[in-house]
């Protein structure tokens, strides 16, 4: 047989176009896009169906140390699992240095546990948390010149923030090394500032933990990373914006000519800070406590119109899974006793697509086009993927989402495949849903079933950012 597979029948989309059209599949690539595909060992009937690039969720967190006591849900196994479930074929994990370590050390880590365990493939960004003169003098720039073109710097959590001499430095090497940096825009001193006075006044539910970081607060840090940005004229992605204030400075930044990027997630269009209160005291506002908290009515719809508008490249989930009833998840002693301690974070791989193409596409908010843009190729472009990943053509990758737009689904725990014991959109119901995953032309996930292999999934190398493709 000239293929290995064939895609029949569907509608393709991709960032530009929507189009009839079979897909021919080889050797795990994309062989052909044509009015007619014929001659394949296997023939998959899409009729009715879209063809999409699969998911690229460039915001995961898996298997990091988050805090005495407390493990994160997800490791590379489930994490995978549940994203290709969820119609993605790749995600962007963090290999977070820990402070007192080396940078180099903490990478190997994350890549062993990688190793073996992934359904679809793994690209991982670093987490910078120690610039010490040896990451900045050498590993850093060897791990940026060695296919890791991206990385993470926190401006709060006390086991992460990076005072602004440290910011400076950390930006200066990504300047000379061509490489993007993803910043947490939250300012630590008036975090610190918010929650120990709310902790005097003895506000200490999980609900004060939207309290304690305003928008003013992520603001204000928007505002200091862009600043520094442009004295040391680096580009930065501002990642998980969660309202129209950050959006500002982003708007201003970029009317400017500055390179600032900007990330949104689910639970910015999804959720607001009430659901953080709980209807009884029983602590299950704790599910919903991340940071940036989830904001309001007003902010929802200004982080529409950055959807609609192009302030936003990426639509990404942050999934950063704890399990909920669980002494190791939400609810450590500690976590009881203030919201201070509940760990900052929640699932949302799997369920990231179907939200934002039921709220975007199916209410007819956003385009197709739009859809894929936000949620696989500008993922690609900004990260250094394409022209592997993120797009359905000759040559790439033959990662594919076949979507069903008229499925009516109910969010439900019972239906995921994350290792967390809840998820934050219990009940939600969407138009649209992932009904087959193909990863490097692999069938990873069927009908809510994962049917792929542990270890089909490789850890990617990537080029600079934006190569092969205009960063946008
Ligand atoms: O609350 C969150 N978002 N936790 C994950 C870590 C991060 O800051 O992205
Ligand atoms: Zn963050
Ligand atoms: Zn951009
Ligand atoms: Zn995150």
Redo the contacts with the bound molecule.
């Keep these: 047989p000239d293929y290995d597979l064939a895609i029949r029948g569907g509608t393709v989309a991709t960032a530009s176009d929507v189009f009839r059209a079979d897909v021919g599949i080889r050797a795990g690539r994309i062989v052909a896009v044509a009015d007619r595909v014929e001659g394949a060992a296997r023939e998959i009937d899409a009729s009715g169906l879209l063809v999409l690039p699969g998911g690229i969720d460039s915001?995961v967190?898996v298997s990091q140390p988050s805090g005495p006591g407390i493990v994160m849900a997800d490791d590379f196994a489930s994490a995978t699992a549940s994203a290709a479930a969820g119609g993605n074929t790749c995600i962007m994990p963090f290999a977070l240095q820990q402070r007192g370590m080396s940078l180099r050390a903490c990478v190997d880590d994350y890549v062993r546990l990688a190793d073996g365990a992934c359904h679809i493939d793994v690209a991982f960004h670093l987490i910078v948390s120690d610039p010490t003169p040896e990451v900045l003098g050498q590993e850093l720039p060897a791990l940026l010149k060695s296919g890791y073109s991206s990385f993470k710097v926190?401006m709060t959590y006390d086991d992460l923030v990076l005072n602004d001499r440290q910011l400076l430095d950390v930006f200066d090497v990504a300047r000379r090394e061509g490489a993007l940096v993803m910043v947490?825009a939250e300012g630590y001193d008036a975090i610190r500032f918010m929650t120990e006075r709310l902790e005097r006044e003895g506000r200490t539910a999980p609900y004060y933990h939207a309290v304690s970081r305003p928008e003013i607060v992520e603001r204000e840090a928007t505002h200091r990373a862009i600043s520094h940005a442009e004295l040391v004229d680096v580009p930065i992605m501002i990642?998980?914006v969660s309202g129209k204030e950050a959006m500002e400075q982003i708007r201003w930044a970029r009317s400017r000519g500055l390179k600032v990027h900007a990330e949104t997630c689910p639970q910015y269009i999804t959720l607001t800070a009430d659901d953080l209160q709980a209807v009884d005291m029983d602590m299950s506002g704790a599910k919903y406590v991340?940071?940036p908290p989830p904001r309001d009515a007003a902010s929802q719809a200004a982080i529409w119109e950055g959807l609609e508008q192009g302030v936003f490249d990426t639509f990404s989930s942050?999934h950063?899974p704890f399990r909920f009833d669980d002494p190791a998840g939400k609810l450590t002693p500690k976590g009881r006793s203030s919201f201070r301690w509940v760990p900052?974070?929640i699932p949302g791989v799997e369920t990231r697509l179907p939200i934002l193409f039921s709220e975007g596409v199916s209410t007819g908010r956003i385009s197709l086009q739009r859809f894929v843009a936000l949620t696989s190729t500008n993922h690609a472009r900004i990260y250094g993927l394409y022209p592997r990943k993120g797009s359905i053509a000759v040559g790439f990758d033959a990662d594919i989402a076949l979507w069903d737009p008229n499925r009516r689904e109910t969010i439900r725990q019972e239906i995921l495949h994350h290792g967390a014991d809840y998820t934050p959109w219990e009940g939600f119901a969407v138009t649209g849903w992932p009904v087959m995953t193909v990863a490097r032309g692999e069938v990873v996930a069927e009908n809510g079933r994962v049917v792929g292999q542990k270890g089909f999934g490789r850890a990617l190398e990537r080029t600079a950012p934006g190569a092969g493709g205009t960063v946008l």
Excluded: L, T, W
Aim: charged letters at 10%; proline letters at 0%.
């Design positions: 915001h967190h926190f947490h990642v998980h991340c940071s942050d950063c900052n974070g």
